[in-house]
């Protein structure tokens, strides 16, 4: 094969043009992808082991908080009275 067409200033702005456009062409194509994927992995980091735990732990605080007192100051379990409590 002769490449000496490659050096042909006649066609050098088709192969620039051609290499640009691919370029230009991939990354349209691409850095979308990307950040959909960095999102992905963001919300990814939501759901590891370690994160779970944490929420877990979280909420378990918070409803060890709510079973503790009510509004009014009267024991409750899941937002209702106690029994106990009810009677008195």
């Known amino acids: 094969m002769d490449f ?46 370690d994160a779970l735990a944490e929420r877990l732990k979280q909420r378990r605080s918070a409803d060890a908080t709510e079973m503790g007192e009510g509004d009014d100051g009267s024991a409750t379990s899941n937002g209702l009275p106690n029994e106990s409590n009810a009677a008195s």
């Open 4 to 49: 000496s067409l490659l050096f042909d200033p006649e066609y050098l702005p088709i192969i620039v043009g051609t290499i640009v456009g691919f370029g230009l062409l991939a990354a349209a194509l691409l850095i979308p992808v990307y950040r959909f994927l960095e999102r992905e992995q963001q919300v990814a980091q939501k759901w590891t082991p």
